[in-house]
């Protein structure tokens, strides 16, 4: 989104402000209790990045059963990782998870049914936690408990850091494309705004110096405070790392300007392909970086496939956030039983380097299954070495070139072709015609499905020329 959209929605917004729109079948002639004006701003907020969720909920609410639905859509717009649920399940299927002796007297019942001493999570999870980051980070980095504020899914964390670090109206820049979550996260409750810095496909989307320096003087000069740089590594929805002197560049810019850096690094230990995943957490605690300026995400709802569980986390070196977000962790607290349960699962460490390991393996395998179907259909997209996602321009093919175009083709992909890709525009892609494609939430035969759908609409339009 340009910095001219971001003005029209808080303009839009401002119009929902003053109006004293209420849905009350109120008597007439008696007052009606309105609603925030808050509230109504989120209802008409942001609209470019509603079919994101339209589509979701069309292919949940049709979706594709080889048996029972064979003409119902694929779901291939959620980043969601099914590939090794199996593992887990029979672990669960296989494991008591009542508390081992070692952690009886702090996870027993009447322990874990009172009011808990902390809200961001019990130490003994955290300690846990902790020790698997290890684990997923390659031991290259040490995580601490005591910097780490357990919260209900990723999205608390990243929504209290942009509560923590920005007022109303200030600006956090994001590279993009960007997870389109992040619109909800960021602007919903804390009313912090998004700036997208636009990346170009003739250089694979990536963060250059001059493209940070253009907007942040953009929104300076507009009179905004730019507070934070707010990334995802690897990236959500490009599927790829970030290189320890991209990383470097964009600490240096934060340092320079005394802003914030959030790094998103809920998709480590996704990496299948040969590139490394460098953390900014191994960057941050080497001169002349300031660790207090970076605050890393992270969580178990993508590694493990169990967003269900609502566990993620916020790990800062800024005793000052460290402090507002355990508090405000009163609203946000991963409930004691589930806690309890996954105390169980992350005690067992050999279970878990096996899953890892296995996980990373079925990721390849079902990439590159995904990556010769584009080939075959003849779609450029990003090499693909993390997450559950690739980026790709289907696009191209049809002759798409402005925003209005590409939705129509979202649409007729979600309808007549079946499957549901996330739209570029909704991840702020400033080039029409590219989609991300997730391929971790369906099984081997509904995946090959789904690809042969597009592989044959592909085909079609080739033959018959352009179909918008
Ligand atoms: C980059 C990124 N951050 C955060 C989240 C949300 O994670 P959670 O389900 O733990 O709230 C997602 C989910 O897609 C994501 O892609």
């Known amino acids: ?14 119009d929902v402000n003053s109006t004293n729109a209420t849905w009350s079948n109120q008597e007439p002639g008696l007052p009606s209790a309105s609603v925030a004006k808050r509230a109504l701003a989120i209802i008409g907020g942001d609209k470019s990045v509603e079919p994101y969720y339209k589509g979701w909920h069309e292919a949940q609410s049709n979706a594709y059963d080889a048996m029972v639905n ?76 005591e910097k780490m504020v357990v919260t209900t899914g990723a999205t608390s964390a990243i929504e209290i850091l942009a509560f923590c670090l920005a007022d109303p109206g200030d600006v956090f820049l994001v590279p993009a494309p960007y997870y389109p979550g992040f619109d909800r996260d960021i602007n919903f409750r804390s009313q912090v705004d998004l700036v997208p810095v636009p ?38 929805p490009l599927g790829k790392t970030y290189s320890k002197d991209e990383l470097l560049m964009i600490l240096d810019f934060v340092r320079e300007k005394g802003i914030h850096l959030i790094c998103d690094e809920i998709y480590a230990g996704s990496v299948f392909g040969t590139s490394e995943f460098v953390s900014i957490a191994e960057l941050v605690l080497a001169p002349p970086f300031e660790p207090s300026q970076v605050h890393v995400i992270y969580g178990l709802s993508k590694i493990l496939g169990i967003p269900g569980f609502r566990v993620g986390l916020l790990y800062t070196w800024n005793d000052q956030v460290l402090d507002a977000a355990k508090r405000l962790t009163r609203f946000t607290s991963v409930p004691t039983l589930t806690q309890q349960i996954l105390v169980s699962l992350l005690s067992d460490r050999q279970f878990l380097h096996s899953y890892l390991s296995e996980n990373q393996k079925r990721l390849r395998a079902r990439w590159n299954t995904v ?27 049809v002759g798409v070139t402005s925003k209005e175009q590409e939705h ?16 570029g525009s909704a991840c702020q892609c400033t080039e029409p015609g590219w989609f991300r494609l997730c391929f971790a939430f369906v099984d081997d035969k509904t995946m090959a499905v789904a690809l042969d759908r597009i592989k044959k609409f592909c085909y079609s339009v080739r033959q018959n020329g352009r179909c918008l």
């Not at 049914?113 to 390659?138: C, N, Q, S």
């Not at 990556?371 to 093919?397: D, M, R, S």
């Not at 129509?408 to 739209?423: A, I, Q, S």
């Open 1 to 14: 989104m340009h910095w001219m959209d971001v003005k029209m929605v808080r303009a839009k917004m401002e």
């Open 70 to 145: 064979p003409g119902g859509c694929i779901q291939l717009g959620l980043s969601e990782n099914k590939l090794s649920l199996d593992l887990l399940e029979q672990w669960f299927s296989t494991h008591n998870t009542a508390p081992a002796p070692e952690f009886e007297d702090t996870l027993n019942f009447k322990a874990i049914a009172g009011y808990p001493d902390v809200y961001h999570g019990l130490l003994v999870f955290r300690k846990l936690i902790a020790k698997f980051m290890d684990e997923v980070y390659g031991g290259v980095v040490t995580f601490n408990p």
């Open 199 to 236: 990346g170009l496909s003739e250089n694979e989307f990536s963060i250059t110096r001059a493209g940070l320096e253009q907007v942040f003087d953009e929104s300076e000069n507009r009179g905004k405070k730019v507070k934070a740089i707010l990334m995802t590594s690897p990236s959500n």
């Open 371 to 397: 990556k010769h179907a584009l080939q075959e259909a003849g779609l450029p997209f990003i090499p693909c070495t993390a997450g559950f996602y690739c980026w790709v321009n289907i696009g191209q093919t």
């Open 408 to 423: 129509n083709l979202w649409r007729k992909l979600l309808y007549e072709v079946g499957v549901n890709v996330t739209l």
